[in-house]
C-alpha cells in the first residue's frame, strides 16, 4: 500500500534503524503470508473448475473468436496481477519485527489496535486476489464457459479488498489523509462500478455468450460449445479410413 510507503518515510528511523537493520525478521507474518498463498492457490484451482453460471450461445452458434471489447478487456486482465504484486511490495516492511511492533504494538506513535488484523486481512485477501487473477488467464484465453463466473468471483475479492482498505483508512487515524490517488474513496468506487459493468457485459453481451462456450471436458478444442463433446467413431468409418 502507498500509505505503508508514506508512514515509513514519515517514520524514517522508526522503521529502518542505521545500519538497515530491521530488527529481526518477523517469521509470524512471514508464515501468515505463506499460508494465505497456499489457500489462494488452492481457490484458483477451484476456481478454474467452477461450473458457468447460465451463460449459453443460441443453438447452433458456432463458437466465436475473441474480438471487439473483448480485446479491450484482455488487457486489462493482463494487467492484473501486476497490480496485486505492486501492491504486495508494498508489505515489505511488514517482513521486519520493528515495523510491524512500530504499527502493533502499544505505544508505538502510529499504534491503533485495529492496525493488526487490518494488516492480517489485507494481506490475506491481496494474495488470494493475485492467484485468482492468475488462473483467470487462461480461463479466458481458453474460452471457457465458467468465465464469467469466474470473473464475477475474483471480482468479488477484489471488491472486498477495496471495502477492507477503506475502512482502514476511515477507522485508523495515521491513514487519515493517506488514502489518496489510487486509494481514495473515489478510485475505490470507480474500480467497483467498472467491475461490475464488465461483470453484467460478460453474462448479458451477444459477443462473450457465443464466445465463452467450451467446457473444460471438450476434446474438440475451440469449436465445442458448451454440453458439447465429439462425436463417437463408429466401426465403419474406421473400416472405411
Not at 1 to 12: F, H, Q, S, T, Y
Not at 52 to 81: D, E, H, M, Q
Not at 216 to 226: K, Q
Amino acid at each position: 500500500m502507498k500509505a505503508l510507503d508514506r508512514i515509513e518515510a514519515n517514520l524514517g528511523a522508526t522503521l529502518f534503524p542505521e545500519g538497515g537493520q530491521g530488527g529481526g525478521i518477523n517469521y509470524l507474518f512471514i508464515l501468515l503470508a505463506i499460508g494465505s498463498l497456499a489457500g489462494g492457490i488452492w481457490a484458483a484451482r477451484r476456481l478454474m473448475s467452477i461450473p458457468p453460471w447460465g451463460n449459453s450461445a443460441p443453438a447452433g452458434a458456432p463458437a466465436k473468436a475473441l474480438g471487439g471489447l473483448l480485446w479491450l478487456f484482455a488487457i486489462g486482465l493482463v494487467i492484473r496481477p501486476a497490480l496485486y504484486l505492486k501492491e504486495i511490495w508494498g508489505f515489505k516492511y511488514l517482513v521486519f519485527q520493528v515495523s510491524w511492533k512500530s504499527l502493533t504494538a502499544q505505544g508505538s506513535e502510529s499504534y491503533h489496535p485495529l492496525w493488526e488484523p487490518a494488516l492480517i486481512a489485507s494481506t490475506a485477501v491481496t494474495l488470494l486476489g493475485l492467484c485468482l487473477s492468475f488462473a483467470l488467464l487462461p480461463i479466458f484465453f481458453r474460452r471457457r464457459a465458467n468465465f464469467p463466473a469466474a470473473f464475477a468471483i475474483a471480482s468479488g475479492v477484489a471488491v472486498f479488498g477495496l471495502a477492507l482498505d477503506q475502512a482502514a483508512g476511515f477507522l485508523i487515524p495515521s491513514l487519515k489523509g493517506e488514502m489518496t490517488g489510487a486509494e481514495s474513496p473515489a478510485a475505490a468506487l470507480r474500480a467497483t462500478a467498472i467491475a461490475i459493468a464488465w461483470a453484467v457485459y460478460l453474462f448479458r453481451g451477444s459477443r462473450p455468450r457465443e464466445t465463452f462456450v467450451v467446457t473444460v471436458g471438450a476434446r474438440s478444442g475451440v469449436g465445442s460449445r458448451a454440453g458439447e463433446t465429439d462425436p463417437p467413431i463408429r466401426e465403419k468409418d474406421v473400416q472405411a479410413a
